[in-house]
């Protein structure tokens, strides 16, 4: 069975501050990763994925992520915060197996990011 | 990508009553999932969609309860029957644009639900 680890609830940034929410998972095979943020009242946007080849991802609005294959982990980092990267932010893995997981994504609890002036 | 259109995107109910929800896709899409959510929470797969055939229901989700149709590969809905309390939640339709693991999944805006 795969799984997804946060192990944070909420993370407390001052703007201008970096950015990180931890993510650890588990899967057969290998992973294909995805980080998605959730605004109030609004449905999950994709941020970036890892498939293959640079452990580094960048993405969307200035974020990044590395994948670290030793530690199965794939934090989401953003150099310096603002306020409106307040949000709900979801790590995902799928197994790279398909017919293990029948494409089907595992989601984390969620991190609650509040970037404070 | 893919824009999705969900409807409605918020309902009032009353128990014993059934609500469907539609997902509309702009373009054809390969695989079509329906998600569970408390506010503030982790998403719950409901089932995948399958189209012309039944849906393929999650540990936990029976189909007299959440029955799912999706008659063409832009299109499907998620109906919650019988409705009670503990059904209150966020629900929404995610797509897979094409057939891969390295696919990322889109998301409609959810709908949702209160059931008083």
């Known amino acids: 069975a795969q799984s997804v680890a946060q192990p944070e609830d909420q993370v407390n940034v001052a703007e201008g501050n970096p950015l990180t929410v931890k993510c650890t998972y588990s899967v057969s095979g290998n992973p294909y990763l995805f980080w998605y943020v959730q605004y109030p009242n609004r449905g999950l946007q994709f941020l970036l994925k890892y498939i293959t080849g640079d452990n580094l991802v960048k993405g969307s609005y200035g974020f990044e992520a590395e994948f670290n294959k030793s530690q199965t982990s794939f934090h989401l980092k953003k150099p310096s915060a603002l306020v409106s990267d307040s949000a709900l932010y979801f790590c995902?893995?799928?197994?790279?197996?398909?017919?293990?997981?029948?494409?089907?994504?595992?989601f984390g609890g969620g991190t609650r990011v509040l970037v404070k002036p | 990508s893919a824009v999705i259109s969900q409807k409605p995107s918020r309902d009032i109910c009353q128990r014993g009553t059934s609500l469907t929800i539609q997902c509309q896709v702009d373009?054809?899409?390969?695989?079509m999932f329906w998600y569970r959510q408390q506010p503030g929470q982790s998403l719950t797969l409901i089932a995948t969609?399958?189209?012309?055939?039944?849906?393929?229901?999650e540990s936990g989700f029976v189909i007299d309860k959440f029955p799912i149709s999706r008659p063409n590969l832009t299109f499907s809905t998620l109906t919650v029957s019988n409705m009670s309390p503990e059904d209150s939640s966020i629900y929404l339709c995610s797509v897979l644009p094409r057939w891969g693991g390295d696919t990322e999944a889109f998301f409609g805006q959810g709908t949702r639900l209160t059931v008083v």
């Open positions: 373009s054809q899409v390969t695989m």
């Open positions: 969609a399958n189209q012309g055939s039944e849906a393929t229901y």
């Open positions: 995902a893995v799928r197994s790279a197996l398909i017919k293990a997981a029948g494409n089907k994504l595992t």
